[in-house]
């Protein structure tokens, strides 16, 4: 199952996330499909950059969002 989720990255105790697009079996910073956009939770307010037109693409084809990455696409606008 192709999953649309959060991808860590940053420095110990500075967390930055990758909106990518993987199979479901991938470990959490494994290889990905697709890369959609990025989520800064250390700005203020919170940094988010998401290509809606290919995440809407991907939702289409039967990709699931986590729940957080479902947060994510509703506060980007989709």
Avoid: C, H
């Amino acid at each position: 199952m192709v999953k649309i989720r959060l991808m860590r990255m940053g420095a110990k105790k500075r967390p930055f996330y990758r909106v990518v697009v993987t199979d479901s079996r991938e470990k959490r910073s494994g290889k990905t499909l697709e890369i959609l956009g990025y989520y800064n939770p250390i700005m203020e307010p919170a940094e988010i950059k998401v290509d809606l037109e290919r995440a809407r693409e991907w939702l289409s084809k039967g990709a699931q969002p986590t729940p957080q990455a479902k947060n994510i696409l509703k506060v980007a606008g989709l």
